[in-house]
């Protein structure tokens, strides 16, 4: 079935590192792509999206390639900060699957001063 | 402009009991989804409603329900609590009835419970 794969975590990097988290899909169709963070104590918060082939998602420095020959949709970042320790999920949606978003596992990250 | 609103936050329930968590979309949504996320099995998808009619269900058994209301607020009930409900719900709306690029999902801070 449908489904996302994500690296399996905690990762722990140092701050101004470069970040990238793997995460690759397997889907009947096309689907569009998600990244969520969550935050301690907290619901998930859409950081970036992309909905077809070769779309790059980007914000607050976090990027992501929709590449439909790898399907995979790796997140990056260039620095990370102290602040972007979190859990990140990557997720998927089909047309016909009416609102049941397929999520990864999630990936833990720390960013050490 | 509210985001989507969660109550309770955090509940402590018995084996056997039931429970109902409420969730209020943001304004202007009309769609609401819930999900459990537990540390062995990750998000999972409960069901989805849109204009107080439930279109998709999860793989979850008959004791979880759900309902929304011509308000687009939406409950979500549990009975016969299991110690493996204990969970982190989560409720999410978005603007129309199809999670898209275009119309993406928006989560609330969940309801924490735990059954003992």
Not at chain 1, 44 to 71: H, P, V
Not at chain 1, 79 to 87: K, L, T
Not at chain 2, 48 to 72: A, C, D, I, M, V
Request: aromatic share 12%; net charge positive.
């Amino acid at each position: 079935g449908d489904s996302v794969t994500q690296m399996e975590g905690p990762v722990t990097l140092s701050e101004e590192a470069f970040l990238t988290i793997n995460c690759t899909y397997t889907a009947t169709g096309y689907p569009s792509l998600f990244w969520y963070v969550q935050y301690p104590g907290e619901g998930l918060q859409l950081l970036l999206k992309a909905t077809k082939a070769d779309d790059k998602g980007s914000n607050k420095g976090f990027e992501a390639t929709y590449r439909k020959e790898t399907t995979s949709f790796h997140l990056e970042k260039g620095s990370v900060q102290v602040s972007d320790s979190a859990v990140y999920f990557c997720a998927l949606i089909l047309k016909y699957n009416n609102n049941d978003m397929r999520f990864g596992a999630g990936t833990r990250l720390t960013v050490k001063p | 402009k509210a985001g989507v609103t969660q109550t309770p936050r955090y509940l402590i329930k018995t084996r056997g009991q039931q429970v109902t968590l409420s969730c209020s979309p943001i304004s202007g949504h009309r769609s609401v989804s819930w999900y459990q996320q537990t540390p062995g099995q990750g998000l999972q998808f409960l069901f989805e409603y849109f204009s107080e009619t439930q279109r998709n269900k999860g793989n979850f058994p008959g004791r979880f329900s759900g309902r929304q209301f011509s308000n687009s607020r939406s409950e979500m009930n549990v009975s016969t609590l299991e110690l493996g409900d204990s969970a982190l719900y989560l409720c999410a709306s978005s603007m129309r009835a199809q999670v898209s690029g275009a119309n993406v999902l928006t989560f609330g801070a969940g309801s924490r419970l735990t059954v003992l």
